[in-house]
Each structure stands twice: as structure tokens, then as C-alpha cells.
């Protein structure tokens, strides 16, 4: 397309011809085998991807020796070579270049996961991880030295058209160069210079090992974003020293483990936030620098190569959601494309939090490339959805897609449900643009919505459906208190949708997601905001990248936050609380966020008539993952 004239130009990486400028950047994915070996799941999973348009995948961490084994896949043993051919086969054979990640996690890994003691260049515990690691000897450096070349020439067997030196967010090379992590005194500490010195050999080893024309990719982070950590102004020395050395791109991101938050960027930051740091290391050296960093939106990255500020644009969390983002990009099906909203809770929440494979909340499907395909209905059957919440809308667009025909009956005026109300608060405007993707994908494909219409037993029943799906969502839960009935108490959906009705002067009660959203969007309009919550802490079920940031907000806009606090009772010009001792605090209106409950009045009466399948929050009130992934497995299984 003309209006992508850069995007979708051919770019090339050392003497590698790129067939457009888009990457898929290591990220990963929790779907290796116990030992790092390449499963059929992660197959599958980089099989769509590389066949949705991406110019190259670049395949996640591979472990080059066994002390930093069981996080990711294994590369380390040449035992490792004929499953990463069978995957570098299949990125090829769908039509996009296939690159691995090298990579050694330092002291960013604990000795229960690999089993041995794990390694640093001084035994200084990473934040997170807080395990003390073995100070690397020079003996066992060059060890490490001698392991990243002997990973390359195994990709390059392998047949991955190029490798990627992971010198980023806090791993083991980049613990070598940066002064936050690194306290040694001989040769490969103290200057810059020395610092350097582990990543300048093993581009020199892996060099010796794989021939000169092999190009050889190096992510760092511009920014560390700690205290005492790398700078751009460093990096800036510190990327010509590479290219000299051999590196023919420069991958440009962000973070360490204790600024992961930046690592893999929430809603809350900005799209492109990182692309500046790109722009600053292009000045400094001539070979091609990536920049990522919530790079979802084509034009942008047009933008972005456009203006110079970097040679190729890697998406990573976009092709989570949308495998064939790029495709539909080239195709001018642009508005069919669906978007990653950054919520990071299918993906990098569930892996690192729940311990499962990432996915996408939007795509249900990723990961699940196997269970989930995309066939037709044997039959046509008609399929009736009760509710157009995100469940509702996702299930009628799935069924439909699939041949059903199928009716969506929503009591109210609009779409959207809980998913509309979420995109209400700061930060949260992308969901916004997924309610409005849903709408005009139920008009495009023929779902045939009713507006302002219950789903009585009469009017289902008139439908004779084969299927009914009850996605009727869930209901706020009220407190036990007295005076909750009084006229000023106001539930948090409402005082979301009409917050001109709401006073100076608020108490929201509950510190879950909805409450502290609810807060800051109050507080920001210039209300006092007071949230009080009977736990030992507030937004529970927020992922850690965004409850830090909305913390953050919260603190800036003066909300102040009570936990441990009770709410014993609500009167005509405020609320009385118990904590250490009983305190009131005056309000103008006092709003309730203590959780919902379920709704599925509907589902014994409508049973009568059809098999019920209920999905989302009317099966149980959870997020907006199970909602989705219910919507998938009902309908395909149609």
C-alpha cells in the first residue's frame, strides 16, 4: 500500500534480504518442553505467525549453557539441533525468515528452576529474584565465551537465518556491562571498556564459529531505568564498540527486571514511548537499529521509519492478538485488524504470575493454535446469545464467523457491557477501540442485534435455536451496611457513565480494580477522593505493571487510600469507618465498588428450550480472560 510505502519495503541485516521491515521480537512464551526442548504447541504457535506477513520471528530465549536452563528453550547441546530445525523449517516454509534469541539469565533466574547454582558477574541478588549468585570465575567466563559461539553455529545448523546476542534487560552480558550489576575489579570490571569486554568476546567467538557473512542481531536496553544502571548516554559508546566487533543490527528496548514494567509496557505507557532511544543510537552507528516498545498501530510505525528513527519496527504482543496484523495491513484490510490493548494479562501476567503458556485475553487462540481452529460448522444451526458484553459479542462473532446463524438479543440501548465500562478510566482508551472492533465485526459478518430487547422465554423461543448462549454478565454487589440505599450512594458503573451527577467530596468503597479506576477517573476531574478497603491492600487482582503505574497516578492526584478499614456505616453527609478507632469522613457521594455477582436468572427457564452454555461473568465473576476464552471454546465447539 502506498500510504506504507516504508513499512512494507524490502530492508536488509547484513547481506539477510528482509522482505518488509517488521519483526517479531523474542518474547517468551512458556510453551518449550520440561527440558527446552521445541514442542508441537510452540511449533504451531510460530506457524501462524509466520504466516501472517511478518518479515522475520525472531524465537525466544535459548539457553546457552545448563546454569541458566528451564526458563525458556534449551540450545546449549547439539541433542537440541533437530527439533529448532523442525521450527526454523516452518517459519521458512509459511514465508518469513527465522532468527533465534541467545541467552543466559545471570543472576535474573533462581536455583530450584536450573538446578544448579546460578552465575553473575558478582554475587550481587537481583531484586526480584533474590537469590545471591556465584561470582563467574575467568575460568568459567570463557567457559560462557566459548558457549555462546557453540549456540550459534548450532542455530546456524539448525538453519535459523541469524542469531540475536540477548545483551538486554538484565541478563548475563547485559549484567557484565552495566555498573548496577557489575562490582568486579580485573579485567571485565570498573571502566567501560572492561565492562564490555564479556559481549566484545563472544561476538569475537561466535564470529570465529559461523563465518563473517552470518548476521548477528544485539538487543539492548537503552535504558535500564534503575539507579546506577546503563544510560542512553553509555549505550551510545557502547553501540559502536558492538558494530565494530562484528554485530550487524542493534535491537533497541528498555528495562531490566526491576523496571520490567517499562520491559513489556502496559497501557499506561504511551505508544512508541521507546522509539527516542532508537532515534539517539541510529546516530551513532550505521548498521540497522530496531525500535519496539507498544508499536501497535501501522501508522505510527510508518511514522516512525519514516521520520528515521529506526530501520525496522519489531511488534511483538501485536501478533499475539492478530498473527496477520501485517498481512491485513499490506491487503488494506486494516479495519479488520485487531488490536493488543497492552493489558499484559493473557500474556506476560499468566506466564510469570500463573506459571501457564502466554496467550492473548483477545485471542484465546494463541497458544492454542492445535484445539483452536477455524473451520466451518458441519451444519449451519441457529445460535441465540443472551447478553452483549465481551462474552456475548465474542461468542455471536465466532459462532457466525463460523456459518451459524445467529441473533444477540441486549436489554439495553448499547454494546459493549463491562468491557465499554472499562475503557472509561485514564489509560484505558484502547479497550475502547476493541468494543467498537466488536460492534462493527457483528454488523460485518451478519449477527442480527437487538438493542433494547430482554431475552424472555417468549422471544427466545420464537428464534427455535439449537443453542443458547447465556453471557448476561454480573451485577455490583452491595454492602451490608446501613443507609447503602440512601440517594447519594451510587454504584461505581454509574458514576463512571455520569460523573457530572457526582459531588466534590467521594468515598468509593473497595480497593479492587474497579474502585482504584474509578478513583483516579474521579480524582482526576478535581474531586477528593477517599478509598477504603477492608484488606491488607488494595488493586489485588491488577497485574504488577499496571498496578505500579496506577499507584503512581493515584498518588499524584492526592486519593488517599485506607486499608485495613471497615465501612460500618453510611449516613445523609458522609460515612463512618473502623479501623484502629471509628473516623468519619464527610461525602458528597459515596460510591460502591465491593465486586459483583453473577446473573444467570435466565439460564433454568431458557433450558426449557435449548441446550444453555453459560460464559463470562454469569458463569462466575473472574477478568476479562476467562471471559473471552469461554466465548472461543463455546463457539467453536458448535
Request: some cysteine.
Amino acid at each position: 500500500m502506498a500510504e506504507f510505502k516504508h513499512l512494507f519495503s524490502p530492508g536488509k541485516i547484513g547481506n539477510l534480504e528482509l522482505k518488509n521491515r517488521l519483526i517479531m521480537p523474542a518474547m517468551g512464551s512458556g510453551m518449550q518442553a520440561a527440558d527446552g526442548s521445541v514442542t508441537d504447541k510452540l511449533y504451531h504457535y510460530h506457524r501462524v505467525r509466520a504466516a501472517g506477513g511478518t518479515a522475520m520471528l525472531t524465537v525466544e530465549i535459548a539457553a546457552v549453557h545448563p546454569t541458566s536452563k528451564g526458563s525458556g528453550l534449551s540450545i546449549y547441546d547439539d541433542k537440541y539441533i533437530p527439533g529448532l530445525k523442525r521450527l526454523a523449517d516452518v517459519i521458512h516454509q509459511e514465508g518469513a525468515l527465522a532468527c533465534i534469541q541467545l541467552w543466559h539469565a545471570g543472576r535474573q533466574l533462581n536455583s530450584s528452576i536450573t538446578g544448579m547454582p546460578i552465575v553473575a558477574p558478582s554475587p550481587i541478588p537481583c531484586p526480584l529474584c533474590q537469590e545471591e549468585p556465584k561470582e563467574l570465575t575467568k575460568e568459567e567466563i570463557h567457559e560462557l565465551v566459548e558457549a555462546y559461539g557453540d549456540a550459534a553455529r548450532r542455530a546456524k545448523e539448525a538453519g535459523f537465518d541469524c542469531i540475536e546476542l540477548h545483551g538486554a534487560h538484565g541478563y548475563l552480558i547485559a549484567q557484565f556491562m552495566s555498573p548496577y550489576s557489575n562490582k568486579r575489579t580485573d579485567e571485565y570490571g570498573g571502566s567501560l571498556e572492561n565492562r564490555a569486554r564479556f559481549a566484545l568476546e563472544i561476538i569475537a567467538n561466535i564470529r570465529s564459529k559461523v563465518g563473517s557473512d552470518y548476521p548477528i542481531l544485539y538487543r539492548f536496553s537503552g535504558e535500564e531505568k534503575v539507579a546506577g544502571g546503563l544510560t542512553i548516554e553509555d549505550n551510545k559508546k557502547i553501540a559502536p564498540m558492538l558494530v565494530e566487533q562484528g554485530v550487524d543490527c542493534l535491537h533497541v528496548s528498555v528495562g531490566v527486571y526491576e523496571s520490567l514494567r517499562y520491559t513489556v509496557p502496559p497501557m499506561d505507557l504511551d505508544r512508541g514511548f521507546n522509539v527516542w532511544a532508537a532515534r539517539e543510537i541510529k546516530k551513532v552507528v550505521s548498521v540497522p537499529v530496531v525500535a519496539v516498545g507498544r508499536i501497535n498501530d501501522p501508522y505510527l510505525a510508518e511514522e516512525i521509519l519514516a521520520r528515521g528513527d529506526a530501520d525496522f519496527i519489531a511488534i511483538g504482543r501485536s501478533l499475539l492478538t492478530d498473527p496477520a496484523w501485517p498481512k491485513k495491513v499490506q491487503e488494506g484490510k486494516y479495519e479488520e485488524m485487531r488490536y493488543c490493548i497492552a493489558c499484559n494479562q493473557g500474556c506476560v501476567d499468566r506466564l510469570l504470575l500463573e506459571g501457564k503458556h502466554a496467550t492473548c485475553i483477545l485471542n484465546p487462540a494463541c497458544g492454542r493454535e492445535e484445539e483452536f481452529t477455524y473451520s466451518p460448522v458441519a451444519e449451519p444451526k441457529k445460535v441465540v446469545v443472551v447478553g452483549g458484553g465481551p462474552a456475548g459479542m465474542e461468542a455471536a462473532r465466532v459462532a457466525r464467523e463460523r456459518g451459524c446463524e445467529v441473533v444477540l438479543f441486549e436489554k439495553s440501548s448499547k454494546l459493549g457491557g463491562q468491557w465499554r465500562l472499562a475503557a472509561i478510566p485514564q489509560k484505558k482508551e484502547e479497550i475502547h477501540g476493541d468494543v467498537q472492533w466488536l460492534i462493527k465485526s457483528l454488523s460485518r459478518t451478519g449477527v442480527d442485534v437487538r438493542l433494547n430487547t430482554p431475552a424472555t422465554v417468549e422471544n427466545v423461543k420464537a428464534e427455535n435455536p439449537d443453542l443458547i448462549i447465556l453471557a448476561t454478565g454480573a451485577k455490583p454487589s452491595m454492602p451490608d451496611v446501613s443507609g447503602v440505599d440512601l440517594p447519594h450512594v451510587v454504584l461505581a458503573p454509574e458514576a463512571l457513565e455520569n460523573p457530572d451527577s457526582i459531588g466534590q467530596n467521594v468515598v468509593v468503597v473497595g480497593g479492587g480494580a474497579t474502585g482504584l479506576e474509578t478513583a483516579e477517573y474521579l480524582a482526576g476531574q478535581g474531586r477528593k477522593v477517599t478509598v477504603i478497603e477492608i484488606l491488607e491492600d488494595v488493586g489485588r487482582t491488577i497485574g504488577p505493571a499496571r498496578k505500579h503505574f496506577l499507584m503512581e497516578r493515584l498518588e499524584e492526584l492526592g486519593v488517599d487510600l485506607r486499608v485495613h478499614t471497615r465501612l460500618k456505616e453510611i449516613t445523609p453527609d458522609g460515612v463512618e469507618i473502623c479501623c484502629e478507632e471509628d473516623e468519619f469522613i464527610p461525602a458528597d457521594n459515596v460510591v460502591i465498588a465491593t465486586g459483583v455477582q453473577s446473573i444467570r436468572d435466565l439460564e433454568g427457564p431458557l433450558s426449557s428450550i435449548a441446550k444453555v452454555e453459560v460464559i463470562g461473568d454469569a458463569k462466575e465473576p473472574r477478568q476479562a480472560t476467562e471471559a473471552f476464552y469461554e466465548a472461543h471454546v463455546v463457539a467453536r465447539s458448535i
